[in-house]
């Protein structure tokens, strides 16, 4: 049985789950503007094909907050068309590129300023983009929660009433036991880098454990 966040985190640990090959807080070149750029990107779709829009910008110049908010929106659309609904995720990340350099002036600025009320505030921002961002371009001390976390908690017998319930109980787990945390890292380590960390080791738990319906939870939880 797991009883709390922090005691799924030891068993995610203590399994070997988290990739480190792509970056060490699991999202691709995290504390840059491209998580921004990624957390639109990534909506409704394959992390595969947002590498692949990702790596367009980039031929056309364009993989920054300056260089989409000054961008033509055909050319946007056609550059970022592997991660699918490019016309809306064009619209999107146009605006919110001009919408943070209007209100923050630079991503370095954005990056230590911002809030999830104002992301939230943004077209096409939801709840699990703007903590994306917050915690991976903005090194915030923040758990995202995604269907891959809801999924797991589920077969883990925990029912919650929404995001925010989610997101409570992994927080409050993890804080109620911040004493043992240097134990089972072997170091002192902040929340922000944790909630990364915790976050990746999940998603990568599910990619191998999960199969349409079925959840193989053998690895986390001892066979009676």
């Not at 797991?2 to 005691?7: L, T, V």
């Not at 703007?130 to 991976?136: F, G, P």
Request: hydrophobic residues 40%; contains cysteine; proline residues 3%.
């Amino acid at each position: 049985m797991i009883e709390h966040s922090f005691d799924l985190l030891s068993r995610l640990k203590e399994a070997g789950f988290l990739q480190t090959t792509r970056d060490p807080l699991w999202w691709p070149n995290s504390g840059s503007e491209q998580v921004v750029i990624g957390a639109i990107l990534t909506q409704q779709t394959k992390w595969e094909r947002v590498e692949e829009s990702l790596a367009s910008l980039e031929k056309h110049s364009i993989c920054s907050l300056e260089g989409i908010a000054g961008a033509d929106l055909a050319l946007l659309q056609e550059t970022i068309r592997p991660s699918g609904f490019y016309n809306t995720k064009a619209a999107r990340l146009k605006l919110l590129a001009e919408q943070i350099l209007q209100t923050y002036g630079d991503f370095e600025t954005f990056q230590n300023e911002t809030d999830r009320e104002w992301l939230l505030a943004q077209k096409g921002i939801g709840m699990e983009s703007a903590d994306s961002i917050l915690c991976y371009a903005c090194y915030r001390p923040v758990m995202v929660v995604d269907s891959y976390t809801a999924r797991l908690l589920g077969a883990l017998g925990y029912t919650f009433e929404d995001y925010m319930s989610i997101q409570a109980w992994l927080h409050e787990g993890i804080e109620a036991h911040l004493d043992e945390l240097p134990a089972l890292y072997g170091r002192e380590i902040g929340l922000d880098e944790l909630y990364a960390r915790f976050h990746g080791k999940i998603v990568e738990f599910s990619k191998r454990y999960i199969k349409g319906k079925r959840v193989d939870l053998s690895v986390l939880v001892p066979q009676q």
